[in-house]
């Protein structure tokens, strides 16, 4: 009994040794700028120590912004920020030294209004074609 538990504490420490841990953290961002009144998700990876990369959430990361309001990996501006960026801090929880801090502009410029999709209009051009 006892020798199947001393192996069993063994491989539990091996295991444990060979875990892999944040070498280092960075902002993998799908835009170059935050929106308005949304949820604006703040993507972060991980570069393991094996060197393989892992999206990291806010289970494994703080999320600070000088603006705004953090849920989860989302950062919520309203509608009419006083700010034109944001600057975004996050730090590895198992690891408070490794930190990185990412300034990000606020979009200023509207988006487009979209054209109205008129279903008979479009019926109207295939019989003209056809």
């Known amino acids: ?9 063994f491989l539990i420490g091996f295991m444990a040794s ?7 953290i960075h902002y993998n961002l799908y835009t170059d700028s ?5 949820h604006n998700y703040i993507n972060v990876d991980g ?5 393989s990369w892992k999206p990291l959430t806010a289970k494994e990361l703080k999320f ?3 603006y705004g309001k953090f849920e989860g ?4 501006l309203p509608e009419n920020p006083p700010v034109k960026t944001v600057t975004v801090t996050v730090t590895l929880k198992e690891n408070p030294k490794k930190s990185e801090k990412i300034a990000i502009a606020i979009k200023q410029k509207p988006d487009p209004i979209l054209p109205t999709y008129d279903p008979d209009a479009e019926m109207r051009s295939r019989r003209k074609r056809g």
């Not at 009994?1 to 504490?9: A, C, E, F, R, Y």
């Not at 060979?18 to 280092?24: H, L, Y």
């Not at 990996?73 to 919520?76: F, K, R």
């Open 64 to 66: 600070e912004s000088d």
């Open 34 to 38: 935050l929106k308005k009144g949304v």
């Open 18 to 24: 060979k875990a892999q841990k944040v070498e280092s």
């Open 47 to 51: 570069k393991m120590t094996d060197g």
């Open 73 to 76: 990996n989302d950062l919520v």
């Open 1 to 9: 009994m006892k020798k199947i538990l001393v192996t069993g504490l």
